[in-house]
């Protein structure tokens, strides 16, 4: 592959994802997915759990279905933008470093490069949603956080002064696409952050554990052996911290566990009360339906937003 030159970019390559020259090239470098975990915006990546890759404790997770999902439908919403745009030539990129060797561990690994008049005008990333929550009005720059920084992280990378994100949601396929410019005073603050994580490395300085679901699965992987007749002795101060958190867990799930048993009860009243009606309502509003899928036997649906209990009487009738 030829490589395309860019304001700021070196060119290192073109490799598979998940390759072991992928991970190679990505090993003693800061690429845009790790930045968002470096600064707490990843959901997949800790920053703990990539201290624990980066510096060769962990192996990298295999890919996920989603992750799969993604590059499967990949080329499909490459071709969809570069259906809506022909005034660009949407073209594979490959991986890419800053240019300045002090700054040779910033690494970018870009969906797709867009050229006018042979050019790399700027850069183009590709993702699918399942339900598009966090994704705002096609158009704007109302993109989930975690790919804002990895989009911002490659423009400066590369030095290119726009990013375009094109994106395909829920099962109805939605296309949507966003413009993403600079703000050098947050690139400065993620560069500063990836700096820090990259001393912390060579200076074998673990960051602390966290919540992250991603953290726990670390410490699983970095402590895979059970050593018998082995004890822990938890400390005075270790108690006072950490057994009123997990009581307070303890007794959440159980309410929860409660709380769900009253609700199938409820449920089952209300189908037994609704028979083979299609809703329920109640005054003007639909709090329920009764649907199937495909003709198969069917199931209750509440609704999201429920009517608060108006008169105070009926709700001492109900108690009683």
Known sequence: MTALATPTGRYLGRWASGSPEWHAARRHRIGGSDVA?????????????????????IEPDPQTDDQTRGHILEPSVANWFAYEHPEYEVVEAGTYVHVDPDRDWQLCNPDRL???????ACGLELKTD?????????????????????????????GLPEWRVAVLIGRGLEFREYIILPDEADTEWMRRQAEEFQLSIAWDEMPPVDGHKATVKA?????????????????????????????EEKQAAAAAAAAKKDAMKVRAELLE????????????????????????????VVESDLPTFPDPELQGAAAA
Not at 42 to 50: A, D, G, P, V
Not at 282 to 300: D, F, I, N, W
């Open 273 to 300: 009360a609704m028979g083979t009606t299609a809703h329920a309502r109640y005054g003007r509003m639909k709090v329920a339906r009764r649907q199937s899928k495909q003709g198969g036997t069917p199931h209750l």
């Open 37 to 57: 975990a470096i600064v707490g915006l990843s959901k997949w990546q800790s920053k703990y759990s990539l201290w624990c890759e980066k510096a060769g404790l």
């Open 114 to 120: 867009l050229l006018q008049g042979g050019r790399v």
């Open 130 to 158: 399942a339900d598009g929550r966090e994704w705002g009005t096609s158009g704007t720059a109302e993109i989930p956080f975690y790919y804002l920084t990895q989009v911002r992280w490659y423009m400066d990378v590369l």
């Open 219 to 247: 410490l699983h992987k970095r402590h895979p052996l059970i050593e018998p007749n082995t004890v822990y002795d938890i400390s005075d101060e270790q108690a006072a911290r950490w057994f009123p958190v997990l009581t």
